[in-house]
């Protein structure tokens, strides 16, 4: 079974100015390139529209009901659940599982796979997710999202799904992209072949609009996006490289402007848009850094090179790196090719 990444139409939707493209006519348009998938990862990436229109709804009434504020649970990852994640990752499970188009699914807050029920058909696709990037941010009502990654199976049958078909490298994957709920709720994709496109809620029809053709990450930029909290216990290639950015040169484009919401989503969002470089380096506390390879490098990842930006530990290519273990951290560089090259120098020592 082929997990080569999917090939959109070669020539890509052109719309007319004030022509309406809605996202399910858009990827049907791009379903005719790829045949062979019988609509599956079509009906996937529908799936998701739908699941984040519904996380949509309830953000945006989150302050007039009982659903801000923590749980009183732990999840996974040492942390306390807040009562929208609990929602989202059920929002997810639930539109998901009964599909017949996945065989497993992983979640940022599961521990281990999630199988699909007996009662239901398996398919041959595969989705891991973190149902809500930047919880923490939720009750001071700052953006944050839903961040997804799809895989063909490598697992023979019609069973569920295992471990294994979970534990892939970024660069297998056919799909990938984030929901944003900001100021407007906004769905980004790439299937490959260098087109990342993006789509913007419109509340009063209920349909993801595209507003964002074709996007492409400037070759360099004038932002960078970091936890400066962290700098003193930073490792020297990453405080060097701060101090670089930091220092006046106009030939050089110099200083950046820092920029740092705390929410992955809205940070890598306006890096996609924008430039500059988004990082989260490791520490002397946590030298195998803080975010998640598989529910969040790797799909953001996927699109920031798709892109035409770069992904990085640092040292080796976010999309090459074999994953041991569901839960698995990186250290991540990501964003404007010529801004990534600058920091894996200083980070290698070639600077």
Known sequence: MSNKAIVPTKTPIITRPNQVVTISRYILE??????????????????????????????????LVDILGQTGTINVQGEEVQKLDDYANECFIKNFDHSGRLCV??????????PIPEKFKCGDYVLLFDPLDGSSNIDANVSIGSIFSIYKRISEGNESGTVQD????????????????????????????????????DPSVGEFLLSHAGIKIPDKGKIYSCNEGYRNLFFDGSR?????????????????????????VADVHRTLLYGGIFMYPGTSKAPGGKLRLLYEANPMGMLIEQAGGLASTGTESILELEPTELHQRVPLYMGSKKDVELAIEFETGVR
């Open 240 to 264: 060097r490289f701060l101090d670089y950015l930091q220092e006046e040169d106009k030939s050089t484009g110099r200083p950046y402007s820092a920029r740092y919401v705390g929410s992955m």
């Open 166 to 201: 979970l534990l892939r490298k970024g660069s297998e994957q056919v799909a990938a992209g984030y929901v944003l709920y900001g100021s407007s709720t906004m769905l980004v994709y790439t299937t490959g072949n260098g087109q990342v496109d993006g789509f913007t809620l």
């Open 105 to 114: 699914m992983a979640s940022e807050e599961e521990e281990g796979p999630i």
């Open 30 to 63: 791009h379903e005719k390139s790829y045949p062979e998938e019988g609509g599956d990862l079509s009906g996937l990436l529908c799936d998701i529209a739908l699941t984040g229109k519904m996380i949509a709804r309830e953000v945006r009434k989150a302050g």
